[in-house]
């Protein structure tokens, strides 16, 4: 799957304790054989998410998520595969073995580590060009918005001068042309290329481990004709739609255990003021749409955010979709409306550090805040206006709380609207009706019956090679000729078996396709009974299933004896005579 030596990959899970590295992400606790957390990848208050320090692979009972090591820490900081294994590699001090056949995978790599090469040095060169200019535009501007030289230091905030300084500079590091339009720092104009952010103030966009992705340019002209802020196009390694500024602070603070909330500003200068204050548990959206991958990223985190965006009509609308987004993915939501000031920087430099964290703390839930800012939306005297805003508070109250929550809120919509709480009630009951297409159920035939045993029965058997409660594999071959996925990881134990090689449940995650209705799946998480009814289990399973076989063999034969000469008949008829003894001898 990966283009990398299985050994390889087995010394890496070797190397990684599953246990280990998913409690640097989650608070475990041990339950019986396994370790059980609330899971990271779904919304749940009851823990289903369960990991076998055995078997070295996790799954969730509520989601269907499961997996090794590696593909944990893929999920977990939203990287693919061959990232992960390098991220954990370089935990376990391995080195990632060279590729002779330059795959697809392994040239995507390169592309991808050339990438972040330009950036790095592109970050660099924007840096110095701050620093070393202290009269420039771009500096001035900075000293103007009263940030730190030791928030440029942290933000590496940087400066262009012009448009062809970088290009001429990379080109002598030994960068192409074609490499620095495909990182997204270079423009191309007929025959030429030029700085794409020239004359701009740089923000570098880090990822989660403090990588360069991207770059935002703010233009620091008083009136200028072009855009205001200049960003880096979607790349191979930069997608807008999950990346958030300050994230990999936010990620420092969670390793140290220090980060119990998240406060989501707005712009980049927002952020960086209220680190400079010491509020470094704040990321900011960088004016673009919340997403459900920007949701998935911060629900790694944290359970709880806070939403103090733009005061203006821009800033409300956003706060209104954030808190759909944010909510829809399992996070607590509390908003704060700032008044007096247009965002976060300009409430901290008028009032003050200690006013803006008294601010915060006066946050309100998501929920009271929808219903409270849209009432003044209406004119609540107005029985048609009263109307509109009790459905739009219903809906609102039904898609995002639970039946004990609904009840509080319905009482902050009944001192509003001054109509009975019954009423609302009724009306509440009413809106969280759904009603739910269910396809008709399959017809449960003996036929259908037959077949699933002989499915269930396969697993059975190959969840007892697989945790090694079954030696002599190959009496079960003949169960195992065809081309289906069970009959594949048949062959793959076998192979292992008869090449002296060990094997485990994680392994098989890093060679098969599984997931939640994988029939592997069942394999890997089978609940078995005691050793010694499993095996009574197992041996009346056997022989049913031989009979099954059998019987399969016997139908065959009949078919094909409707379309045979009078010599092959004979012949046939020897084989069902065969065939049916030996099914006798299995019911005894």
Known sequence: MSGLPSEFLDLVREKNDIVDTASKYLTLKRRGGSYWACCPFHNEKTPSFSIKQDGQFFKCFGCGES?????????????????AVELLAKN??????????????????????????????????????????????????LKSRNLSEEMIEKFKIGASLNYDDLIKYLLKRGFKAEEMISAGVAGREKNSIYDFYSNRLIFPIFNSFGDVVAFSGRSVEENPEHAKYK????TLIFNKSETLFGYNFARELKKQH??????????????IMCHQVGITNTIGCMGTAFTPLHAKRLKQLVDNVILCLDGDS????????????????????????????????????KFGKEKFLEFLENSIDCVDFVLQD???????????????YIN??????????????QEIYLNEVQKLVKIPIDALRRSMNNTAIAVQAHEPELEQTQENLKDKYIVDSKILILAGILYKKIKNVENFSGFFNTDDELSVLYRYLSEKINNNKDFNASMLFDNFDINSKSLIDKVINFNFPQDELFNKLL???????NIYMLEQEKERIKTLMFNCSIDERDGYLKKLQEITEKINKEKK
């Open 67 to 83: 997996g090794n090591v590696i593909n944990f820490v893929s999920k977990m900081e939203n990287i693919d595969f061959m990232s």
């Open 92 to 141: 376990a001090g391995l080195q990632m073995p060279s590729d002779k056949d330059a795959s697809e995978m392994q040239r995507l790599k390169q592309e991808r580590d050339r990438m972040y090469e330009i950036l790095k040095v592109t970050a660099e060169f924007y840096h110095n060009n701050l620093i070393n200019n202290p009269n420039s535009k771009q500096a001035n501007y």
């Open 231 to 234: 960003n880096t196009p979607q």
């Open 258 to 271: 220090m980060l119990d909330s998240i406060v989501i500003v707005e712009g980049h200068i927002d952020v």
């Open 314 to 349: 821009a800033g409300a609308n956003a706060t209104y979709k954030a808190i759909d987004t944010l909510k829809s993915s399992g996070l607590n939501v509390r908003v704060v409306r700032l008044t007096g000031a247009k965002d976060p920087d300009e409430y901290i430099k």
């Open 374 to 388: 849209s009432a003044k939306k209406y004119d609540l005297t107005s029985n048609f206006d009263k109307n509109n």
């Open 392 to 405: 739009q508070a219903l809906n609102y109250i039904s898609k995002f709380s639970t039946p004990a929550e």
């Open 539 to 545: 041996n009346d399973t056997t022989k049913r299933l």
